[in-house]
């Protein structure tokens, strides 16, 4: 149900904000927008930030250095009051927010299709009045950067391209022409050069960066924030953060939501349930949106980890999001005991609902390595076979399968996210398989659009325990948090009083 937008904080729309895009994937707009953000956290100012798409990995790392957690915003999936709703509630919650910084995502007019700026950083700068600071890779060229600006600012004129910085730098003459040229014949000022630095990359992986988590268990705390010390200093040098203020500043008004999803649901005092969320190095892929819409619906939120716990909490309910089982999973297989906890728990029926790495994780086992397979720019993973939870059928294989894809999909019965006949927008991303599915296997989600499972269909389930390559978002599906909550609840009633 949705209500109106209660006064609180700060008011989102009078914030400083402004969008870090670039002409292409790999300019360096990522680690960019991480100097700024610590540089900006470093003057005293409480950043709140946002990724435009629904990657997970780079808002680990705003989360990380601002400590206010992260928010994406996507066009396809959200409509535009869906996307006011995102952006104020996170400005306005713990206490409110300085200013806004948003992370785009590709190129700035890629997305969902050829002729519209369906689902493209361009449309969320232009929802959100947001001005644009434009980061290019400007590698071996000089002159030719104006060009790049003036057909980028040209392209649409509803996005208002206010500012520029130049990555790759080789020297100060190749600066010099450069800022020279898009000054003049752009008019949009230059207002950062980055020399090339190998410092300011950002270790990779298969999906894309290496998640902070992660990052910390394997750089250790020290070195981790001296990686990301020095990209603030680069920052700090390369970056006129006082102009980049000013732009941020220069935002219009922006109209609040006509109404809001975050708000606390009828009855949600009411025998709130627990619901434990799977946190660790092995699974970190969570909307913050989706456990705020938890919360809201009722439940309380208890995080464990499949990785280094010995069995789950006392809870009425899991949720095990995506991540990385694979690269972790002769830990995860060492650790029998949380395994058995987890498969007594779906055979007595509480709720379990798993997203990808989760959905991998309650299969009988994982393979990698597999010979004939691809290991997906990840070398580290040996050929070998590891047992997981078996709450749900089937064999996992890490391989060459590569699916990057919105989907489009239908409940064809009730279960534990909604009622038979619910429809929701969500995305796929994995680079995994499911093989020896019984014949007689149920399903929950009929695809009309996506890959999934098996065939059309996604949404594995057993008993009250379902497992899909789909993540949703809860403001573009909006009964996945009530009909969660509802099903831990009805599970917390039906067992013996605590």
């Not at 946002?50 to 996507?74: M, Q, W």
């Not at 980028?152 to 022409?177: C, M, S, T």
């Not at 076979?385 to 064999?395: D, E, K, N, Q, S």
Request: charged residues 25%.
């Amino acid at each position: 149900m949705s209500h109106s937008k209660q006064p609180g904080g700060k008011d989102a729309g009078r914030i400083p904000r402004v969008l870090i895009s670039a002409d292409r994937s790999s300019s360096g707009k990522t680690t960019i927008s991480m100097g700024l953000m610590a540089a900006l956290v470093s003057r005293g100012y409480k950043v709140q930030p946002f990724k435009v798409a629904l990657d997970y990995i780079d808002p680990s790392y705003h989360t990380e250095i601002t400590g206010r957690f992260c928010r994406n915003l996507d066009g396809y999936l959200m409509d535009e009051n869906g996307i006011l709703d995102v952006y104020s509630h996170a400005c306005e919650t713990g206490g409110g927010a300085d200013i806004a910084i948003i992370e785009g995502v590709r190129g700035l007019y890629e997305g969902f299709e050829g002729l519209s700026d369906l689902g493209s950083t361009a449309q969320i700068a232009k929802i959100l009045k947001c001005p644009v600071v434009f980061v290019i890779n400007a590698r071996s060229i000089t002159r030719s950067a104006a060009a790049l600006i003036g057909g980028y600012k040209n392209f649409d004129p509803d996005v208002e391209i206010a500012g520029v910085i130049l990555n790759n730098i080789g020297g100060r003459r190749h600066a010099q022409k450069a800022k020279e040229a898009i000054e003049h014949y752009t008019g949009v000022p230059v207002i950062g050069i980055i020399p090339r630095d190998p410092s300011m990359q950002i270790s990779m992986r298969h999906l894309g960066l290496m998640p902070a988590l992660e990052g910390r268990r394997r750089l250790g705390d020290g070195g981790f924030e001296d990686r990301l010390r020095g990209i603030e200093e680069i920052i700090n040098k390369g970056i006129d953060v006082d102009r980049f203020l000013e732009i941020a500043g220069s935002a219009k008004l922006l109209t609040s939501p006509e109404n809001s999803i975050f708000f606390p649901a009828a009855g949600a005092g009411s025998l709130r349930p627990r619901i434990g969320i799977a946190l660790d190095e092995a699974f970190n892929f969570y909307y913050r949106d989706n456990i705020d819409l938890l919360e809201l619906a009722g439940a309380e939120i208890v995080y464990f980890s499949p990785v280094n716990d010995p069995e789950i909490p006392d809870v009425d309910g899991l949720y095990i999001g995506g991540g990385y089982p694979e690269l972790f999973a002769a830990e995860i297989e060492a650790n029998g005991s949380m395994r058995r906890s987890i498969k007594e728990a779906s055979a007595a029926g509480m709720p379990i609902y798993a997203e990808c790495g989760g959905l991998m994780y309650l299969t009988e086992k994982i393979s990698t390595g597999v010979p004939g397979k691809g290991t997906y720019h990840d070398a580290s993973m040996p050929e070998s076979t590891y047992a997981m939870v078996g709450a749900l059928p089937g064999h996992t294989i890490m391989g060459q399968t590569r699916v990057v894809s919105y989907n489009i999909g239908t409940l064809d019965r009730d279960c534990l996210i909604g009622k038979k006949g619910n429809s929701f927008k969500g995305h796929e991303f994995h680079h995994s398989e499911i093989r020896e599915i019984p014949e007689d296997a149920e399903f929950a989600i009929a695809l009309l659009r996506g890959t999934g499972i098996k065939g059309d269909r996604d949404g594995l389930i057993v008993g009250n325990t379902l497992g899909s390559y789909a993540h949703l978002h809860g403001v573009a599906y909006r009964e996945l948090a009530g009909s969660f909550v509802e099903a831990a609840r009805k599970f917390r009633a039906s067992r013996t009083p605590r």
